[in-house]
């Protein structure tokens, strides 16, 4: 087998998903936190209603993951990018006109994550893996890394502009913004290399006709091999946990920050630092995951997040940001270790149908917890409570990673 090329079409790929992923998960999940305030003011909401619409915004989406997922393991990728990157894209632009919690929640909560779901997770981490095998831990690290940049910098300017301009034209904008990103991201992406003459990571076989075997070789475990071992319902509790504290943060990151006793607006900025410094951090452990087993990196990072959770308990006003954001740091920027966990430990097989099973899974915590957190604010007029509950959660999800040892790969 010859050297891999200096430029590998892959490369392209990545590059093109991790800046229509950037913008596209940044404007729909991350930065969409900033309207929790205003949206409840305005539209005299709860914050429970609140937290139900985008917990079940990220809830209805995971579920359409496991169908996304096995579109694009069957059908390939290209097609479900242009159908949602339009279809999030036109979503935003008509939220921006609702009046009423049933119109946000028809256009955020169902016709937003259907777009979401088709456009970004799971349909990007599968395209990405199935481009990449040697490298998949740096490839994965770099698509997760784009995310989290793309957070710090949209978070700042959507607090700019809510404050600016409101929140309808910001959210109108963003829309806008997404549709014109779409139809140049679906012509550059392909689905995997096989489809124009090339294998995973740019390796070239001597003999062109060794193409099918050396893919058939990569492909791994098969959906019932993988649902038959323990690491993957360990992965499962552990990720199911993890995500459940830390959308109840996310969601909430704004109202929490404001009950410490910092200004609104400050406490958006405090968020968007949270993704600034996870970008050396997801890119950092991403990579180290060729190294160093995933497991017991989430392991380190989940009792981190722990540990920062409760000083966040103990402390108030600015100070307490110091806290909070090293939580999120620690528990969001191990996220990537999940996938490259499963894309290792299971393969190229059915890795976008695993996926969409494990994201239809933590959405239910992804729905819960928000909204649990909402309804006990609303009854207490404080959080208290709340992180009572997160800190043994992270604890318990850390424990689950630790014991994921990663399975015999299946032939």
């Given at each position: 087998m010859t050297s891999p090329k200096?430029?590998?079409?892959?490369?392209?790929?990545?590059?093109?998903?991790?800046i229509f992923g950037a913008v596209g998960v940044a404007i729909t999940i991350s930065g969409f936190s900033v309207f929790f305030l205003p949206i409840r003011e305005e539209l005299n909401l709860s914050s429970t209603q609140v937290s139900f619409l985008i917990g079940l915004a990220w809830a209805h989406s995971g579920v359409m993951a496991l169908v996304m997922g096995w579109?694009?393991?069957?059908?390939?990728?290209?097609?479900?990018?242009?159908?949602?990157?339009?279809?999030?894209?036109?979503?935003?632009?008509l939220v921006s006109f609702a009046n009423n919690f049933w119109q946000l929640f028809f256009l955020y909560s169902v016709i937003v994550a259907i777009g979401r779901t088709a456009a970004f997770n799971p349909t990007l981490l599968a395209t990405i893996n199935q481009w990449f095998v040697r490298r998949k831990a740096i490839a994965m690290s770099l698509l997760g890394t784009s995310f989290t940049a793309g957070a710090a910098v949209i978070i700042p300017l959507f607090a700019l502009g809510s404050a600016s301009i409101g929140w309808r034209h910001t959210i109108f904008i963003s829309g806008l913004v997404l549709c014109l990103l779409t139809l140049p991201a679906a012509k550059v992406i392909r689905n995997k290399p096989e489809d124009i003459g090339l294998l995973p990571d740019g390796d070239k076989p001597v003999d062109e006709?060794?193409?099918?075997a050396e893919a058939s070789n990569n492909l791994g475990m098969s959906l019932r091999q993988a649902l038959a071992t323990r690491a993957f319902w360990l992965i499962l509790v552990g990720l199911v946990l993890r995500v459940s504290v830390a959308d109840a943060i996310l969601i909430h990151s704004i109202p929490m920050l404001v009950w410490k006793g910092i200004s609104e607006q400050s406490a958006a900025y405090f968020v968007s630092l949270v993704f600034l410094f996870m970008i050396p951090v997801r890119l950092g452990l991403g990579i180290s995951g060729a190294f160093?087993?995933?497991s017991l990196v989430l392991f380190g990072g989940m009792t981190i997040g722990a540990l920062s959770l409760a000083a966040f308990f103990f402390m108030d006003g600015t100070q307490a940001a110091i806290p909070f954001i090293a939580t999120l740091v620690a528990i969001e920027g191990a996220s990537a270790l999940n996938w490259i966990a499963i894309g290792d430990y299971f393969g190229r097989r059915s890795f976008a149908t695993l996926a969409g099973i494990m994201t239809v899974s933590y959405s239910i915590g992804a729905l819960l917890a928000p909204v649990g957190a909402g309804w006990i604010f609303d009854r207490t007029d404080s959080y208290a409570t709340v992180l009572k509950v997160l800190c043994p959660a992270l604890l318990i999800a850390g424990l689950a990673f630790a014991f994921a040892r990663k399975p015999s790969l299946v032939r």
């Amino acid at each position: 087998m010859t050297s891999p090329k200096l430029w590998f079409y892959g490369w392209r790929i990545l590059i093109v998903s991790s800046i229509f992923g950037a913008v596209g998960v940044a404007i729909t999940i991350s930065g969409f936190s900033v309207f929790f305030l205003p949206i409840r003011e305005e539209l005299n909401l709860s914050s429970t209603q609140v937290s139900f619409l985008i917990g079940l915004a990220w809830a209805h989406s995971g579920v359409m993951a496991l169908v996304m997922g096995w579109l694009a393991d069957h059908f390939g990728t290209r097609k479900l990018i242009l159908f949602g990157g339009i279809t999030c894209g036109l979503g935003l632009m008509l939220v921006s006109f609702a009046n009423n919690f049933w119109q946000l929640f028809f256009l955020y909560s169902v016709i937003v994550a259907i777009g979401r779901t088709a456009a970004f997770n799971p349909t990007l981490l599968a395209t990405i893996n199935q481009w990449f095998v040697r490298r998949k831990a740096i490839a994965m690290s770099l698509l997760g890394t784009s995310f989290t940049a793309g957070a710090a910098v949209i978070i700042p300017l959507f607090a700019l502009g809510s404050a600016s301009i409101g929140w309808r034209h910001t959210i109108f904008i963003s829309g806008l913004v997404l549709c014109l990103l779409t139809l140049p991201a679906a012509k550059v992406i392909r689905n995997k290399p096989e489809d124009i003459g090339l294998l995973p990571d740019g390796d070239k076989p001597v003999d062109e006709s060794l193409i099918q075997a050396e893919a058939s070789n990569n492909l791994g475990m098969s959906l019932r091999q993988a649902l038959a071992t323990r690491a993957f319902w360990l992965i499962l509790v552990g990720l199911v946990l993890r995500v459940s504290v830390a959308d109840a943060i996310l969601i909430h990151s704004i109202p929490m920050l404001v009950w410490k006793g910092i200004s609104e607006q400050s406490a958006a900025y405090f968020v968007s630092l949270v993704f600034l410094f996870m970008i050396p951090v997801r890119l950092g452990l991403g990579i180290s995951g060729a190294f160093i087993p995933p497991s017991l990196v989430l392991f380190g990072g989940m009792t981190i997040g722990a540990l920062s959770l409760a000083a966040f308990f103990f402390m108030d006003g600015t100070q307490a940001a110091i806290p909070f954001i090293a939580t999120l740091v620690a528990i969001e920027g191990a996220s990537a270790l999940n996938w490259i966990a499963i894309g290792d430990y299971f393969g190229r097989r059915s890795f976008a149908t695993l996926a969409g099973i494990m994201t239809v899974s933590y959405s239910i915590g992804a729905l819960l917890a928000p909204v649990g957190a909402g309804w006990i604010f609303d009854r207490t007029d404080s959080y208290a409570t709340v992180l009572k509950v997160l800190c043994p959660a992270l604890l318990i999800a850390g424990l689950a990673f630790a014991f994921a040892r990663k399975p015999s790969l299946v032939r």
